[in-house]
Protein backbone atom coordinates (compact mmCIF):
# COMPACT_ATOMS: atom_id res chain seq x y z
CA UNK A 1 0.00 0.00 0.00
CA UNK A 2 3.46 2.43 0.95
CA UNK A 3 4.57 1.89 -2.86
CA UNK A 4 1.54 3.41 -4.24
CA UNK A 5 0.90 6.15 -1.64
CA UNK A 6 1.74 8.96 -4.29
CA UNK A 7 -1.63 8.14 -5.84
CA UNK A 8 -4.04 7.77 -3.38
CA UNK A 9 -2.78 10.17 -0.68
CA UNK A 10 -3.28 13.23 -3.93
CA UNK A 11 -6.63 11.19 -5.08
CA UNK A 12 -7.64 11.70 -0.92
CA UNK A 13 -6.89 15.68 -0.94
CA UNK A 14 -8.00 15.90 -4.61
CA UNK A 15 -12.04 14.64 -3.23
CA UNK A 16 -11.25 16.65 -0.02
CA UNK A 17 -10.77 19.96 -1.86
CA UNK A 18 -13.32 19.33 -4.39
CA UNK A 19 -15.94 19.15 -1.73
CA UNK A 20 -14.63 22.28 -0.23
CA UNK A 21 -14.50 24.37 -3.21
CA UNK A 22 -18.40 23.00 -3.62
CA UNK A 23 -19.18 24.02 -0.08
CA UNK A 24 -17.07 27.18 -0.19
CA UNK A 25 -16.66 28.27 -3.42
CA UNK A 26 -20.39 28.41 -4.49
CA UNK A 27 -20.28 31.29 -1.72
CA UNK A 28 -17.21 33.11 -3.14
CA UNK A 29 -18.77 33.19 -6.34
CA UNK A 30 -22.15 34.26 -5.42
CA UNK A 31 -20.36 37.45 -3.61
CA UNK A 32 -18.33 38.19 -6.58
CA UNK A 33 -15.03 37.27 -5.00
CA UNK A 34 -13.86 35.31 -8.72
CA UNK A 35 -10.00 36.05 -8.24
CA UNK A 36 -10.40 34.74 -5.22
CA UNK A 37 -11.91 31.53 -6.32
CA UNK A 38 -10.03 30.42 -9.42
CA UNK A 39 -7.22 31.17 -7.17
CA UNK A 40 -7.52 29.28 -4.55
CA UNK A 41 -8.20 26.54 -7.05
CA UNK A 42 -5.06 27.24 -8.72
CA UNK A 43 -2.99 26.85 -5.64
CA UNK A 44 -4.74 23.59 -4.81
CA UNK A 45 -4.07 22.49 -7.75
CA UNK A 46 -0.50 23.18 -7.42
CA UNK A 47 -0.45 21.59 -3.51
CA UNK A 48 -1.33 18.64 -5.22
CA UNK A 49 1.31 18.56 -8.20
CA UNK A 50 3.66 19.35 -5.72
CA UNK A 51 2.94 16.48 -3.54
CA UNK A 52 2.61 13.87 -6.25
CA UNK A 53 6.47 14.81 -7.27
CA UNK A 54 7.74 14.73 -3.64
CA UNK A 55 5.96 11.26 -2.80
CA UNK A 56 7.49 10.17 -6.40
CA UNK A 57 10.67 10.92 -5.62
CA UNK A 58 10.93 9.91 -1.46
CA UNK A 59 9.37 6.27 -2.91
CA UNK A 60 12.05 6.00 -5.59
CA UNK A 61 14.80 7.38 -2.71
CA UNK A 62 13.16 4.77 -0.48
CA UNK A 63 13.70 1.79 -2.97
CA UNK A 64 17.29 2.94 -4.11
CA UNK A 65 18.04 3.28 0.08
CA UNK A 66 16.61 -0.69 0.33
CA UNK A 67 18.36 -2.20 -2.48
CA UNK A 68 21.48 -0.53 -1.58
CA UNK A 69 21.14 -1.84 1.89
CA UNK A 70 20.15 -5.30 0.48
CA UNK A 71 23.39 -5.10 -1.96
CA UNK A 72 26.00 -4.21 1.21
CA UNK A 73 24.48 -7.05 3.31
CA UNK A 74 24.92 -9.42 0.06
CA UNK A 75 28.53 -8.46 0.03
CA UNK A 76 28.79 -8.99 4.10
CA UNK A 77 27.64 -12.38 3.86
CA UNK A 78 29.62 -13.25 0.66
CA UNK A 79 33.00 -12.05 0.86
Not at 19 to 48: C, H, K, N, P, Q
Not at 60 to 78: G, S, W
Amino acid sequence: MRKYKYIWLPALLALYFCFMTVYFGLDLLRSGETLRFWGTIGAETAVLIALVFFLKKRERLRAEREKDIADTEKRHQNP
